[in-house]
């Protein structure tokens, strides 16, 4: 069974700093590629950051040079380090994993964690 478990999220304020990890089971993690999205009230989800199983990273346009996505193989985890955090950060974010890389599409991506909320205060 798939699990995908989001932790590392909460409130800071404007130009703060969260690390989002994501502790995932049941599938082999090295093979797959694996995202972070995020759900902004009152707005569709959204891409924010994406590896693919070579490590080969992309990030949305509004994260670059302020949030960095890598992993841990031998935690089979995934992590999001958030720097210079910004009100517009304020969102659910989760991480998505897939077979086949998916970039930043969320309908790409076949297995989602429960999401983990970020709250950022001007």
């Known amino acids: 069974q798939v699990q995908l478990v989001e932790s590392g999220g909460g409130s800071v304020q404007a130009g703060g700093s969260l690390r989002l990890s994501c502790a995932t089971s049941?599938?082999?993690?090295?093979?797959?590629?694996m995202a972070w999205f995020r759900q902004p009230p009152g707005k569709e989800r959204e891409g924010v950051a994406a590896?693919?199983?070579?490590?080969?990273?992309t990030y949305a346009g509004f994260v670059k040079g302020r949030f960095t996505i890598s992993q841990d193989y031998a935690k089979n985890t995934l992590y999001l380090q958030m720097n210079s955090l910004k009100p517009e950060d304020t969102a659910m974010y989760y991480c998505?994993?897939?077979?086949?890389?998916?970039?930043?599409?969320?309908?790409?991506?076949?297995?989602w964690g429960q999401g983990a909320q970020v709250t950022v205060s001007s």
């Open positions: 998505a994993a897939d077979w086949n890389w998916g970039g930043l599409a969320p309908d790409l991506y076949r297995y």
């Open positions: 049941g599938f082999t993690y090295r093979s797959y590629c």
């Open positions: 590896i693919a199983s070579d490590g080969i990273t």
